[in-house]
């Protein structure tokens, strides 16, 4: 039973951090918290990768700022506004159906509104003390 739980939550950091990997070159698909999800589903069965996360360069001190303090970047925040425009606008030009076009912009409204009231973080913390 333990093995299968490690291996569901291996499997779930895995495709998690497919996604993230596919977010980078795809509008629409974000990145940064599929990176997270793969760092929190890492630390219940794959402590190993979530160290690893935890220690990157790049996405360690944003997980860090996500756990301490629920915190984003402000350059996260524009990046990821920025996308969620873009992303509207081949939207827009795309032969999607019509209902996706009226639903989708709201839905990216509300996540923007949710990110830009996210506090930006304050504190800055070692990579080798996480906690």
Known sequence: ???LRRLFWRLIAIVSLKLAVLGIPLPGLPTVPFVLLAAWAAGKGWPE??????????????ILAWRREGAVSRKAKWIATGM?????VMLFW????????YLLPPFLAAV???LW??????????????E
């Open 117 to 130: 009231r996210r506090p930006e973080p304050v504190a800055q913390s070692s990579p080798t003390n996480p």
């Open 49 to 62: 990768l979530e160290n690893w996360l935890l220690r990157h360069p790049r996405y360690g001190p944003s």
């Open 112 to 114: 923007a509104f949710w």
């Open 84 to 88: 969620m425009a873009v992303s509207l």
């Open 1 to 3: 039973m333990i093995l």
């Open 94 to 101: 795309s032969p999607a159906p019509v209902l996706l076009k």
